[in-house]
């Protein structure tokens, strides 16, 4: 129960923030992503406040082995750079430049009630979908 | 040359939506000890583990409630979606397949596994820039405009 009320409230401060920093808003992500147009550089600062404080966060995580509430840690283990990570996060930057949401931004816009958001989040929902698929019959006949 | 669009640049509000955005990130590595990657979150939805949906489904609702939260105090930002219906789909498709192979979004990684110095995340997050910068040039520059 605590672990899903910290989860729920770090969701919606997430949401929050998306919503402030403009980058829930697909014209304002293409006005960044537009470098050869009239270019709007505002979401290098989201990126930047947020790594300002989670430099921090995650330099204090890094050293214990229990959270705050006493959970496990589960951060990643793996630092290997393969071609899975590089060909996904590839297509992952195509999908974000056409429709200019990324995962987050696509939710928030949809609590919003924005229809495209809601295409955009069945989509995306369905290529996990796809994965999850391909990955199990990738399982199964090794 | 770049030409900077002043009149839509807005340094403030990104860097107060940013700090808001890191003190998430920082509540969920710190509280519950994880990365507050959105792809993950949601694509474990999809090969669920017992005892490992509750979290998750509280986060979503956490990120689409955020909207409804602000709604009680003020008007909603402006969104505006450009992309029509096939685009949207095909850019949904993307994103869905391609955070799940590359196991990170622009939160996991791009803020989190930044944040963490990771350097399998600064060779994603280099990556979905780059073909995100790319895409735009090709639809706006290149093909459209």
């Known amino acids: 129960m605590k672990y899903s009320l910290s989860a729920f409230g770090a969701g919606l401060v997430f949401g929050l923030g998306l919503l402030i920093s403009g980058m829930a808003n697909p014209e304002k992500v293409l006005?960044?992503?537009?470098i050869a147009g009239l270019w709007d550089p505002s979401l290098a600062f989201v990126m930047g406040?947020?790594?300002l404080v989670g430099f921090f966060a995650f330099a204090i995580a890094r050293k214990r082995t229990l959270s705050f509430l006493g959970f496990h840690m589960k951060l990643p283990a793996s630092d290997r750079v393969d071609t899975r990570l590089v060909i996904g996060s590839l297509m992952f930057g195509a999908g974000w430049g056409i429709a200019g949401f990324c995962p987050g931004p696509g939710l928030v816009a949809l609590g919003a009630g924005e229809i495209k958001a809601a295409v955009f989040v069945a989509s995306m929902i369905a290529g996990m979908v796809i994965f999850e698929m391909i990955e199990s019959s990738r399982r199964r006949t090794q | 040359m770049i030409d900077i669009s002043w009149n839509s640049f807005t340094p403030w509000s990104a860097l107060t939506g940013g700090l808001l955005?890191?003190?998430?990130?920082?509540?969920?590595?710190?509280?519950n000890g994880r990365i507050a990657g959105i792809s993950g979150v949601l694509g474990g939805l999809l090969a669920p583990r017992s005892?490992?949906?509750?979290?998750?489904i509280a986060f979503i609702l956490g990120l689409v409630g955020a909207p409804v939260a602000w709604l009680m105090m003020?008007?909603?930002?402006?969104?505006?979606?450009?992309?029509?219906?096939?685009?949207?789909?095909?850019?949904?498709?993307?994103?869905?397949?391609?955070?799940?192979?590359?196991s990170g979004c622009t939160s996991g990684h791009g803020v989190c596994g930044l944040s963490r110095l990771s350097p399998r995340s600064l060779v994603a997050t280099l990556s979905f820039m780059g073909t995100g910068f790319v895409t735009v040039y090709l639809i706006r520059h290149a093909f459209g405009g």
């Open chain 2, 51 to 56: 005892g490992d949906i509750g979290w998750r």
């Open chain 1, 31 to 34: 006005g960044f992503l537009d």
């Open chain 2, 74 to 102: 003020t008007e909603l930002p402006a969104i505006r979606i450009e992309a029509d219906y096939p685009a949207i789909i095909a850019a949904g498709l993307l994103v869905g397949v391609g955070t799940r192979y590359g």
């Open chain 2, 21 to 31: 955005i890191g003190l998430a990130a920082a509540s969920f590595v710190l509280l």
């Open chain 1, 49 to 51: 406040g947020a790594i």
